[in-house]
Structure formats: C-alpha cells, structure tokens
C-alpha cells in the first residue's frame, strides 16, 4: 500500500522491533538518524547492512553515485530502503521507486517519529511518500498512460531519462556524444542502457531502439 504522510501524527505500533541499518555520506548526517531513531524501541539498530531488514539511507541529492548506492543496497543486501533526501527532480521521480526505494522521506521532514513510521511501513513491504511527491508520481503515471494508451505495459517501459538516451541512439550519437549532449557522463550513459537493456531483457542498443520505436516512444 502507498500512502503520503505530509506530517506524523498517528502513534506508531510497538508490537516488533525491526533490524535497521543507516547509511549517510558524511558522520554527522549518520549519526543524526541513529540518534533519532535509537530513542524507540521498533527500531533495532545494527551495523551491518547486509543483516538488517530496511536500510535508512541519507542523500542530498540523487545523482547517479547515490542512485548506484540505492540499487546497490536493494539488490545487492536485499534490504527494503527508506531514502531520506533533501532533493528529487522530477525525471528522477520513477528511477527511485524503479530501484526500489520503499519509502522516501524530506530531510527537512526526517523527524524520530517520521523515520520510524517510513522504516515500520517500509519493513512491511508498503510504500510511504510525503504528500506532494505522491502527487507528482500520479501525474506522471498519468501522463504515461496518456501518452501510451494504445500500448499496454507502457508505465512498465521507458523513462524520461531512459527515452531522451535512446532517442539519440537512434541518431547515431556515440556514448561520450550522448554525454555531452545530456551533461550526464559517461558512466551515467551506461548505467542508462544497462538498465534499460537488463529490465526489459533487450540485446543491445539496436533492440533498445527497437523497441522505443515499436513502442512509440520516439
């Protein structure tokens, strides 16, 4: 279940304690969430994330170095992901809930209270996002049943990011160009086609093309 919780109000269940490890860029930021969660009984703090059921992971922004952390930590230590982060652009709204996060908090936000009701909800499998994201990832959702209403499956297919990639594939543009073009870099350009060819179990570039042509999103 999906919910948005702009502000927490309600108690928090205390029935189980949920092993939970925390991952920040810099010891202050880390150190804050543990000091925050510590205080209540749900949470059972541990060191290592390979052993813990959720992840609470701290990012300012979500550049490729933090969505790489992100995917990591989902497929790599099979945790369930709270991120706690200051920024989300727009085009990067269905990246994160396509890697996996399964709550996302405002740092501005990230009370003791507001964690643990993401990490509660997050260890039961459930989404938790704040109000006005919720509100952003409907519209998005929209707009691609809109735009592929003809094609069934399309939310499952390309994103904003993924088309705009492809989409200079199809022009002949080599990864570094592509880069250039995109002020991504290139790593950031693979990552874009590795992912897009490993979910959709496509060969390479030329069936990537393919496909964003058969499905009309270029």
């Known amino acids: 279940m999906l919910s948005s919780h702009?502000?927490?109000?309600?108690?928090?269940?205390?029935?189980?304690?949920?092993?939970?490890?925390?991952?920040?860029?810099d010891p202050i930021s880390r150190e804050g969430v543990?000091?925050?969660l510590r205080r209540h009984p749900e949470v059972d703090l541990g060191e290592d994330a390979g052993s813990a059921a959720v992840?609470?992971?701290v990012e300012d922004v979500l550049d490729e170095?933090?969505?790489?952390?992100?995917?990591?930590?989902?497929r790599?230590?099979?945790?369930r992901v709270v991120l706690v982060v200051g920024t989300i652009r727009e085009n990067e709204l269905l990246d994160v809930i396509e890697c996996g996060a399964g709550a996302i908090v405002w740092r501005r936000e990230a009370t003791?209270?507001?964690?643990?009701?993401?990490?509660?909800?997050?260890?039961?499998?459930g989404g938790d996002l704040p109000a006005d994201l919720l509100g952003r990832?409907?519209?998005?959702?929209?707009?691609?049943?809109?735009?592929?209403?003809?094609?069934?499956?399309?939310?499952?297919?390309?994103?904003?990011?993924?088309?705009d990639v492809v989409r200079l594939v199809a022009?002949?543009?080599?990864?570094?160009?592509?880069?250039?073009?995109?002020?991504?870099?290139e790593r950031t350009v693979k990552n874009v086609m590795h992912g897009l060819t490993t979910r959709l179990h496509l060969r390479n570039r030329s069936h990537a093309v393919a496909y964003a042509l058969r499905e009309g999103y270029i």
């Not at 809109?146 to 990011?161: C, K, N």
């Open 65 to 74: 170095a933090a969505l790489a952390r992100l995917r990591r930590i989902v």
């Open 6 to 25: 702009p502000a927490a109000t309600a108690s928090v269940p205390t029935a189980r304690r949920v092993r939970v490890a925390v991952t920040a860029p």
């Open 137 to 163: 990832l409907i519209s998005q959702v929209g707009r691609l049943h809109r735009g592929g209403a003809d094609q069934p499956g399309s939310f499952l297919g390309l994103t904003s990011r993924e088309v």
């Open 76 to 79: 790599s230590e099979g945790a």
């Open 171 to 185: 022009d002949g543009l080599d990864t570094s160009e592509i880069a250039i073009k995109l002020s991504y870099s």
């Open 55 to 57: 992840t609470v992971l």
């Open 34 to 36: 543990i000091g925050q």
């Open 112 to 125: 003791a209270h507001r964690l643990v009701q993401a990490v509660l909800t997050a260890a039961e499998g």
